[in-house]
């Protein structure tokens, strides 16, 4: 049945609805019990019980660590992370054991964990819970990270990463809680490493993950006022890179922006403008320019903040820039 719910609503829906389809699947994390920072646990614990909603000790590093024994052990746990920026203490556990457990043991061991990583700008938050770390995880062999944008990926993406056999790193941001969407707990689940056509268009390609997709669709529907059509494509998957459909996209359009919210340098943009040169750069007439954020901290003022974070002008100056370089 398709109804219309927020971001977060199709998180704790999916949530629920795996832990009823198998046993297996744990949540463990600060406060879930009482729903989390945010809401998305809330009821869990009153359905199932202490046995599967877990509350954990103020310890990154313990509660990845608990669920890594627990995903070898057979269990499905699903992990909520309050920031990205705390994921900093568990980097050990993800990066050099949940990561690298099936390579190490020749496929005799697999990690089925989700990690449920809350980030990106907005609310004031300031420096130390605001940022957006993609690349990081992008880094890292042995993880898959999916970053939904809408209701409908939230949903979809979700259940994927937990029926998943290997970890997967879902990142939520925060903007996109409220926003709301239809969803069908019966479709099938999003397919991990496909980007999506968000709007469709003819004279540049704007390649946009998170958040920065409604931000990309405002720029493109201003653009089209003038007459300038532009192909917003959803990543939604880090990693795996859905190449074919960007090389498919880029090589009709010629042109290519690549929007984020992290800081540009060293970002996931750098890697996407890597591989679009590396198989497609015949193509281009035009050099790819990257969206992103200042290597600065993120600031708590709303004023500085605002201008922090890219927005529609930004993405609008850079495809007009692209269609100068000729």
């Not at 061991?109 to 819970?129: C, D, E, F, K, N």
Request: hydrophobic share 45%; net charge negative; no cysteine.
């Amino acid at each position: 049945m398709t109804e219309t719910v927020r971001f977060i609503d199709a998180i704790s829906l999916v949530l629920r609805r795996e832990m009823e389809r198998d046993d297996d699947v744990l949540i463990f994390g600060e406060d879930v019990s009482y729903g989390g920072p945010f809401g998305a646990t809330a009821g869990l614990s009153q359905s199932f019980g202490p046995t599967r909603v877990i509350d954990t000790p103020i310890s990154e590093g313990a509660v990845m660590g608990l669920a890594v024994g627990a995903a070898l052990s057979g269990h499905r746990p699903v992990v909520e992370v309050m920031f990205a920026d705390f994921v900093t203490l568990a980097m050990d556990q993800l990066v050099n054991h949940a990561a690298k457990f099936r390579y190490m043991t020749n496929g005799q061991l697999s990690v089925p964990m989700t990690i449920r990583v809350q980030g990106g700008v907005g609310g004031s938050y300031g420096a130390q819970h605001s940022q957006s770390l993609e690349s990081w995880f992008l880094n890292v062999p042995g993880l898959k990270v999916v970053a939904p944008s809408s209701v409908k990926d939230a949903a979809g993406l979700l259940a994927a990463a937990i029926r998943d056999d290997d970890p997967v790193v879902y990142l939520e941001h925060r903007g996109l809680y409220w926003t709301k969407g239809l969803v069908d707990l019966d479709d099938a689940p999003t397919p991990i490493g496909s980007a999506a056509v968000a709007r469709s268009g003819s004279d540049v390609t704007v390649v946009a993950v998170s958040r920065m997709v409604d931000v990309a669709v405002s720029a493109s529907q201003k653009l089209a006022l003038d007459g300038i059509e532009v192909e917003v494509l959803d990543l939604r998957s880090v990693s795996p890179i859905d190449w074919a459909t960007i090389d498919e996209s880029v090589r009709r359009t010629r042109r290519l922006v690549v929007v984020h919210e992290a800081v540009v340098t060293g970002g996931l943009g750098a890697e996407l403008v890597a591989g679009v040169y590396a198989t497609a750069f015949e193509a281009l007439i035009s050099p790819a320019v990257r969206v992103g954020a200042p290597l600065t901290p993120v600031p708590a003022s709303p004023f500085l903040e605002r201008l922090y974070t890219p927005d529609a002008e930004d993405v609008i100056a850079a495809v007009l820039e692209t269609l100068r370089e000729q």
